[in-house]
């Protein structure tokens, strides 16, 4: 007992020290830490949506024209496909009722036809193996593909996973601290935005597709609101009429690198700057090469921005975007282009903004109700322990002050259950020094000497005191895998709190015991 080595002493001072001073920063105001130098480290503990106050949003995917449009990039797909080595000569690709057809010019080419096919309707769905597309030959030589339910299934969920990254690169791209950003369900994403107490700017943001295409102007139309065989009409976005467009897309957001919101030169009129990756310059060279002097479409969202004239061919690879912005307006552009397309368009379905006052009124109950913990525990133990419940009672703050730290250091996120988790940490924390002191007491009741008491007290209660903590870091650990929102929140202050309960109650006393005992040899203890 009384062999506890110096390094180990000063080892487990050192890490003290630093989680206590870790914890600093958390306990001052905000506004005092911004006074600080920048050299001064400031990690803090982040505050959730219903302490800090903020906007929450559960934003829902339209996921029913999901089919129609994996249908329409198939279209493409087939076309290209078939174009090349060995090409393959087929009719029109229409669209029709869900299905995708084609005839083949030459039927001895069916099978050949197939086999492309096979190659671009995917390998299957997940570990099922159920094919993403049905494939049928109808009258000897025309082709019918149909997207299957499970590759439906398939492309939702993928559809709506990668939403929910587009819609997390869109917040952070808005600099707001902490947004908490989850999957709910099969269609649904919660956002919550610790902080912001407007959420206008921030559902025009998410409700924007950014889906961006450049395509041909078709200067054959000749009719008003009718377009000629391989064009389209969109709409202008300034509600100036329809304009009709080659459905072949000469560039696509998927070929962008950055954008960024910018001046025009001449008039100052706020507009868009984009950048095309190596590809995309290559292809817009190309295109505006070949086609100088006649106007191209740039869609944002099915809906024309502004369809100027290739006066001279563009190399740069890049392209400015003036419609009649606003600086926010081209901003909000700019950063949902940047965090790429969604694959769905969401809806706001439910919106709420929580005030800080609340928040602020949470943080003083759980303040309060910390104190009145802390106290109450503290005076519990040493009326009943006397000097080992002194050392439990230094254990308890300590404990407290290394939570704090290990959170701020951790960048984690308190919320109204993680102050729950908190309070319970500490009724809890002491439960291990009850266990050893009363261990201590049963070994002084058999006789035993105080050193020999103390020993056994700290090694027999050490093996219940782990195994007590491993089934609650178990369930803490499936709480935090499974659950979202307010669940992981407590579920974090409860695995920290429980790691430095143990190492507080277990290895932190005995050093305090330890050290009294080697000075003062005593006779006999209180407790």
């Given amino acids: ?12 001072s050192i890490g003290i020290a630093l989680m206590v001073l870790l914890a600093v920063p958390s306990l001052i105001p905000k506004s005092v830490r911004d006074t600080w130098p920048a050299w001064i480290p400031k990690p803090a503990i982040n505050l959730g949506l219903d302490l800090a106050g903020g906007s929450y949003l559960l934003l829902e995917g339209d996921t029913k024209d999901v089919a129609e449009t994996r249908v329409e990039q198939m279209r493409e797909q087939v076309r290209s496909e078939m174009r090349r080595a060995p090409k393959i000569d087929i009719g029109d690709v229409s669209v029709q009722g869900g299905k995708l057809s084609f005839m083949v010019r030459d039927s001895s080419k069916v099978d050949a036809v197939r086999e492309k096919l096979l190659t671009i309707t995917g390998s299957g769905v997940g570990t099922t193996g159920q094919r993403e597309w049905d494939i049928a030959v109808v009258d000897t030589s025309r082709f019918e593909l149909t997207p299957t339910e499970a590759g439906i299934k398939q492309a939702i969920e993928t559809a709506m996973g990668d939403a929910r990254e587009v819609v997390e690169r869109r917040i ?54 009718v377009a000629p065989p391989g064009s389209i009409l969109l709409p202008y976005a300034d509600g100036g009429g329809q304009i009709a467009v080659q459905r072949q897309v000469m560039i696509t957001g998927d070929m962008l690198i950055n954008a960024s919101q910018s001046y025009d030169p001449q008039s100052g009129a706020p507009g868009v700057t984009l950048e095309l990756d190596g590809a ?18 740039i869609i944002v969202d099915n809906v024309v921005i502004s369809a100027p004239r290739i006066n001279e061919p563009i190399l740069g690879g890049s392209a400015v975007i003036n419609g009649g912005f606003t600086v926010q307006s081209a901003n909000e552009l700019a950063i949902a282009l940047r965090s790429g397309k969604l694959k769905v368009p969401l809806k706001v379905v439910q ?29 519990f133990m040493i009326l009943t322990y006397g000097r080992f419940g002194i050392y439990a009672t230094l254990a308890v703050i300590i404990n407290v002050l290394v939570i704090v730290g290990v959170m701020g250091m951790l960048g984690a996120t308190l919320t109204l259950p993680g102050i729950a988790g908190f309070v319970l940490t500490i009724g809890t924390a002491v ?25 056994l007290g700290y090694k027999e209660a050490s093996r219940t005191i ?37 190492f507080t109650a277990v290895v932190f006393t005995r050093m305090l015991v330890t050290i009294w005992l080697r000075r003062n040899r005593p006779s006999e203890i209180h407790i």
């Fill in 431 to 455: 439960d291990a020094n009850v266990l050893i002191n009363e261990r201590i007491r049963e070994e002084r009741r058999r006789g035993r000497s105080v050193i020999q008491s103390v020993e």
């Fill in 351 to 379: 919106e709420s903004t929580v005030s800080p006052e609340l928040g602020a009124d949470s943080i003083k109950a759980g303040i309060t109700a910390s104190i009145i913990a802390v106290v109450a525990v503290i005076a």
């Fill in 280 to 297: 995309g310059s290559r292809r817009f060279a190309k295109v505006t090469q070949e086609n100088s002097g006649k106007p191209f479409a």
């Fill in 1 to 12: 007992m009384l062999d506890f080595p110096r390094w180990k002493v000063l080892t487990i």
């Fill in 466 to 502: 782990f195994e007590a903590n491993v089934t609650h870091a178990i369930a803490g650990g499936i709480m935090l895998i499974l659950g979202s929102g307010p669940v992981r929140g407590f579920a974090v202050v409860l695995l920290i709190g429980i790691a430095t309960s143990v």
């Fill in 172 to 225: 952070n791209a808005l600099g707001t601290v902490e947004p908490t950003v989850i999957r709910e369900g099969g269609n649904r994403i919660v956002v919550q935005v610790p902080g912001l107490n407007d959420p206008t700017a921030l559902k025009n943001l998410l409700g924007k597709t950014a889906k961006l295409e450049f395509r041909l102007v078709d200067t054959t139309a000749t009719q008003p609101g």
